[in-house]
């Protein structure tokens, strides 16, 4: 038997995203009152009383048909084929419309098994009755409050007993966030490392709201919405919040970049964030199947000069749309993983600390060295007196000269 998996189906606006977000136990999809706020489909493993199920959100059905809403409507279309059953969702405020039995005619011409979901039961008006007059088992009708959390663990419990799948613990695999401005690509180097279309991607700068978060290997990729200088809107602060969220998450983070518009303040605060996290860290340049090779090498050059202290980041030349650069990429990230994790003994700590103290004099006596934590990577100077930033930076220098480190920020703390 494979894992369960689910799909949440609907109107725009029923509440989808907040019962994705109750079941999976975390806020990973935006909610908003604006209608049509999730774009892309959403997938996330639960794990519940020993049992596992994929669940996954998706966009309103039979919504607005601009552009993002067409490609919208293809993907969930292409998505419920794959389900073993559907989460089909529907406001208790606004009771049953006509937009709802269109869903409802749709779902039962798949033949599958589906679970009629009655959200926003605490509102003070409510229309539920006529949801039973719809010839669906009341067994297979729940009411709930995604909101307050209300009525969520007598779903999971009727999806556990209808799909029971138990298996071994699975994997830990290392996440990885993916992030940059607006349109510079990051959803179609997603796509290019997963080496298939599921994200979506779009002119359309801000097509990306949600974190989507999709496993391949050793790796969980995460893609984020874009980080602008400026809020144009709720939805931008409350997809900035999700970015950050998964920053936090993530032990890698691939920050992209368009090779043509490089170097703005927005790439340097990204830059810092990252580096101040410790994350381990790949500047992935997109885009260079629109540039000569010339200029590329012109973009190795400048970088140098604007970005010094990124001199211990690999820069991967890369095209999503081309998928050049990308196997080089993915054994980048491998290679970063493997230097995050690289084990420095006690003995060649201090062998390193006595032959940079020889070539170059510290300001005040320094005791000794200590690794404090090898992810994020930390290590403490003990001195008698306190160390100025100057030759903590050379420290940090000659630790890099020596153990290497490539793509993983090293914090030095001084203490007395």
Known sequence: M????????????????????????????????????????????VIYDDFSF?????????GPKDEIGKIVEEKVMKILDQADAFIFVVDAKEGLTEGDKEILSFIRKKNKPFYLVINKIDTKKKKIDEFYELGIGNDKIFKVSATNKIGISELIDRLIKDFPYKEKKDKKRVPVTIVGRPNVGKSSLLNALLGYDYAIVSEVP??????????KEDFVFIDTAG?????????????????SHSLEYSLIVIFV?????????????????????????IIALNKIDLMQKKEREEIFRDLKRFFPPASYVPFIMV?????????????????????????????????????????????????????????PRIY???????????YLRYLKNRLRQEFGFMGVPIKLINSI
Not at 380 to 390: A, C, F, H
């Open 2 to 45: 494979k894992l369960p998996f689910f799909v949440i189906i609907g109107r725009v606006n029923v509440g989808k995203s907040s019962l994705f977000n109750c079941i999976i136990g975390k806020n990973l999809a935006v909610t908003h009152r604006i209608p049509g706020i999730t774009r892309d489909l959403i997938k996330k493993k």
């Open 54 to 62: 994929e669940i996954c959100d998706t966009g309103g059905l039979f």
């Open 206 to 215: 801000g097509t990306t709201r949600d974190p989507v978060e999709v496993e």
């Open 227 to 243: 980080i602008r200088k400026k809020f144009k809107s709720d939805i931008d602060y409350f997809s900035y919040v999700k970015t």
């Open 257 to 281: 970049m368009d090779i043509r518009e490089v170097f703005t303040k927005v790439d340097r605060k990204i830059f810092s964030l990252i580096e101040e996290k410790g994350k381990g860290m």
């Open 319 to 375: 095209s999503a749309l081309k998928k050049e650069g990308i196997d080089t990429l993915y054994l980048t990230l491998k290679t970063v993983w493997k230097e995050m994790n690289k084990e420095v003994n006690r003995t060649a700590l201090k062998k390193f600390l006595l032959k940079a103290i020889n070539q170059n004099a510290p300001p005040s006596f320094i005791k000794d060295i200590r690794e404090k934590s090898r992810i």
């Open 380 to 390: 403490e100077i003990r001195s008698k007196e306190p160390i100025d930033d100057t």
